[in-house]
């Protein structure tokens, strides 16, 4: 089930849908309780920021809460993602004074901490994403577009998008996390992966808690092929093992545990 939610001015003719001039973010709702909203929050301004947008000093912690909690919790929501897009507003300011306004989706897609059902990815060539400023954020991504439909033509669910040094960023949904002994590999930001609020929790807890070592690195194409099990984490759709890549099947059981811990955690 989704539902949708505007600020009362949300109009067509805006800067995000014109132009993709807006930042999206997810929110978490499990057990119907906003989970890891601070990080989600943070997450949010840093990529305002980053865009130059004007960021209302209404837009503190406490809105955020406030605003899910009335629109989302107390209409009964238990297990959510909230997928949450501010947009720059179309009202005559000089750029960098326009106002933003905000429009969200309810996405009641079960446990966001729930291991799903195992994907099948590979490689895409044609295209890569870039390592800069923006890459690390959600905004409006053309490669992503392309890498969707190159998918669903070649009947897979998801992508490993490189980056112009032909190495790992990420899918087109999320990061990847490479698990090779006790060692779990991540690419670096630097290389084009998406901050992920869910992701750092994940590997805090694994981190704290001595279930692996983690390194984030710089990791070539091969790395896929050498992994014993490789995660797919993404803010917008949530926990998948990578089943296979062209003829290489993984296990899932040693992350089905660390996940299974984590969720235990939030008890």
Known sequence: MTSSFTTDNFELINRGFLYGDAVKVSFFIRNGQLIMAEECYFFLMASMRKMRMKIPLSYTLDFFRNLLTENILLHGVTDATVQFMVYRNTDGQQRHKSEVSFYFEVQENGDVLQLR??????????????????????????????????????????????????????????????????????????EGAYI????????????????????????IAFESQKSEEILLVSDKKGLFPVQKIRN????????????????ASFL
């Open 196 to 219: 992920s609020p869910l992701m750092e929790n994940l590997v805090t807890f694994i981190h704290n808690n001595g279930l692996a070592e983690i390194r984030e690195e710089e990791l």
């Open 117 to 190: 059902n195992g994907v099948e990815l590979d490689l895409i060539k044609e295209i890569n994403v870039n390592s800069n400023l923006l890459s690390n954020i959600r905004v409006h991504c053309p490669e992503n577009i392309y890498a969707e439909i190159y998918a669903k033509e070649n009947d897979l669910d998801d992508v490993i998008l490189l980056n112009p040094h032909k190495r790992i960023a990420r899918s087109i949904s999320g990061n990847l996390m490479f698990l090779e002994g006790n060692v779990i590999k991540v690419p670096k930001q630097s």
């Open 248 to 263: 290489k099947t993984f296990e899932k059981n040693r992350f089905a545990g660390m996940v299974e811990q984590w969720q």
